[in-house]
Structure formats: C-alpha cells, structure tokens
C-alpha cells in the first residue's frame, strides 16, 4: 500500500523537527496510498481539534492526489466542487495537506498538519514531504 | 484534566442567572481540558436543537482555545478555514462558546451557551467565564 | 416535555449527595420526556467512559419506560430482544436508568448513572428518582 | 492532559521493538488523559482493521482506567456490563489495552495495541506501558 512505515516516520520526524524550529505547536499524520493511517505524533498543548483535522487533511490530499488548498479552491460557493466537504466522512479543504509521491511520480501516501496557520500547516507538510520526496 | 464539577457548576449557574435576568432560554455546557461534558442544563422550554449547539460550542472553544466566533471569522467562503466545521464530528463556529483559564492562563476548560441570538448566547456564555476567571 | 430542569436539578443534587455518601464517583444524567438531556454532572475523576454510559442510559429508560436492567435481561443472547443495543444510536441495558414518573404516574423522564458498580449505579439513579417521585 | 509526546514515544518505541522481536506486526496507539490520540504507528502489512481497533482499545482502557480484558470478563453474556460495547462509538473489551499510570499512580493515558492474538497484543501494550512506568 504505498509508503512504509519507516518513510511515514521520516516524514513525521522531518515535520517535527521543522515545527520545533518554526516554534508551533502541531498535529502531523501520515497515511498510506489507501489514506489509512501510518504514523501520527501530537505536540504537546497543540490544539486538540487539530487532531482529527490533521488526519483529515492527509486522507483528503490521497482521496484526490492534490494538495489539500488545491480542493478548497474549486469547493468555495458557486465553485465546481462546492460542498465536497460533506463526502467521505469529512474533508478539510484548505492549506496542510500533500500527497507524497513514490518512485516514479506514483502517489504512495500523503501527510496532514495542523496546529497553526494554514501557511505554517503547509510549511510543516512540505517538510515531511520533502523527506521522503527529496531521497528519491 | 483541568476545570473541577464545582468550577463548572459556579459556571452554570452564573449563566443561568445572567439568562434569567435578561429573560432567555438557554442550553449550558461546560467542558474540561479535555473536551469533555462536565456539566449541562437545558432551560425549560429553550431550543430542542440548541442542545447540541451549546456542548458543540463549548467543545470547539476548548479545541482551538478561542472564543467560536473568532473561528467563524476564519471559516468564510474565502478565509482560511472555510468548511472547518467538517471536523471533529461537527464544530459550531459562531458566537456562544468561551474558553475557561485557570491560573497562570492555562486553558482548563470551556462554556457554551445556545438558545437566543448569538449577542445573547456570547453574553451567558461570559457571565459563566467569568465567574470562574474573576474569581483567581 | 415533562421534567422541568428544577426537578432535573433536584434528582442530579439527590444522587450525588448519594454517590458521595456511598463513596463512588459518578456521571449523573437526567433526560426528559422527549429522551433529550437536561441536566448533567460528571463528578471529579470519575470514569471518562461512563459520561457516554450515564446518558445512554437516561435514554434507554425513557425510551422504553423501564429501568435499563430490565431491557438487559430480555437481550440476552436467545432472549426476545437479543441485539436491541444497536438501535437508537446505541442503547445501554445493565442497571443504572430509572424512568421518573410524574403525577397520575405518566412517565416525565428518566435518570441515568454511570461508575461503579452496576449494583452501585442503580443506588445512585434511584436517589435520584425518589428525590422527585416521594414529592408528589 | 497527562502523558508528554515524548513519553508516548518513547511507549510506542518499546512496544515496536517488543513487537519485531516476537515477528508480530502491530498498530500501537498511545491516548493521553482526556483519551485523545498522542502517538500511533502502523507496522508494515500489519492488518488493516486492527488501526481502529488499537485506537479504540487505548481509549477503552483510559475510559475506565482498567485493561481492556478486565471490561471483557464483565460485558459477556449474562455478566453485568453486557453490551457496554456500544457506548463510546464503539468499545474494544478484549486484551490489548493498558491504562498508563504517572507518578503518584494517577493515570496519564494508554496504550493499545492490536495485529496478533489477544495474548501477543497485550504483551506488546505491556512492553509499552512498563517503558514509562518502570521509569517512574
């Protein structure tokens, strides 16, 4: 199913890391090409509700293999996709999500972070991606 | 896990008296650090479905630790969180939900008040606030 | 809708004014006629899980006009009943949920208790549903 | 909220290390004390529906500050707790769930584990737990 958890952990760690540097406080999940769960950490008094939207993000960016801004901005009212949210048990449309890709450009998993604003959500994100993506 | 039932009760109560005074009907709920319900009063007569909406909004104040109205001005069509409320099993993210500090202004819980406009909801909500932050 | 919250505040008093004679720590609910919450206590430390317990039992009473034990003893497995904790949104059916009847005897509403001892949780419920029943 | 990110790690690490030295592949989940997710991994084509239900048996366990099997020897058929399974959106009462006790012996979260036989997945949790615990 795509990703490893060793990969999932890189990917967490390198999130991790750029969150201590950045100074936020966040929820980073890493989920697998069937945008099941791998590896999650929350930060200690990173906000709660970001939990569940962190792995929401990561489903959300594998469910459509596009970062997860790229869905809010077709889902806004009068959009083409206005109102996806409601599908698959939830969906978070804006910035923190990103799929990773493997080998071969293939979609193998995707991670989600949330905790600050949805710029810092992005910047963790594409650290974890960038572990993984940048040792192809 | 923060916020004691004796806390919470001072919190409800003082609600109440601020709703009975300015002669609305309203639901109250106050949970603790950890989200959960520690207590509840539904006024005789107030709004079937502002049950929910008050432990709702006491949750997603103690989730993001911000007043639910700070929330709803960042989940617009356009702002940065729009479609937020898909998470977390439902947020309400209009006004009527405020976080609880104790001392040294840890987060150890939060109120939600529904049952009249969101002026009125916010207003009983603070009351509640208030009587346990004043009280430091 | 029956109960008024008085009465729900007076049963909720009741019950914990019991629960702490007993020793025990307990989440406290009462629902009214309509098998909605109005009133709600969680005791300090007492067991996160039975918050949930508490309420479902509240509803399963009223939802059947019966204590909970009683449903409990018609879903054993060959009994009439068997697997009538999948409706409803999950019903809860060991003791601890006591309607409360009103004048004339028509049910008003229902308690429930959650955190002890089954034996335990009906004592508390019960304290409960005298408190409002030996007043008419 | 009890348990640090780096104590869940470190919990989640021993249970890991357990888990490749008897050549099971596990999901190890880590709760804190208001039962939200801290840590979690999933080992490689470990089973897929054991992600949920090492979720659900960290939090069954900080639920009622029990193991999670203490609850399964009460909820049989014709045992007290029939059917507590349905509270909570979903319980998990068999082995595979320890509460994680902090100083002073108050409970600061869990740990499940699940991808083997009830008896391997609760010696992997107890790897987990006795990583924090004996370092008390």
């Not at 791998?38 to 970001?50: E, Y």
């Not at 790229?70 to 083409?80: F, H, T």
């Amino acid at each position: 199913m795509g990703i490893t958890l060793k990969q999932a952990q890189t990917a967490v760690q390198a999130a991790h890391e750029k969150a201590l540097e950045m100074g936020v406080k966040m929820n980073i999940a890493v989920v697998d090409a069937g945008a099941n769960l791998v590896a999650f950490i929350r930060m200690d008094d990173a906000w709660l509700g970001s939990l569940d939207i962190s792995i929401k993000k990561a489903k959300t960016a594998r469910f459509f293999d596009m970062p997860t801004g790229a869905i809010g901005g077709l889902s806004q009212p009068g959009g083409p996709l206005f109102g996806i949210e409601h599908s698959n048990g939830g969906l978070i449309s804006f910035p923190g999500g990103i799929p990773i890709k493997g080998d071969g450009g293939l979609v193998m998993g995707a991670i989600g972070v949330s905790g600050s604003t949805v710029e810092d959500d992005h910047a963790v994100a594409e650290a974890g991606q960038l572990a993984i993506e940048g040792k192809r």
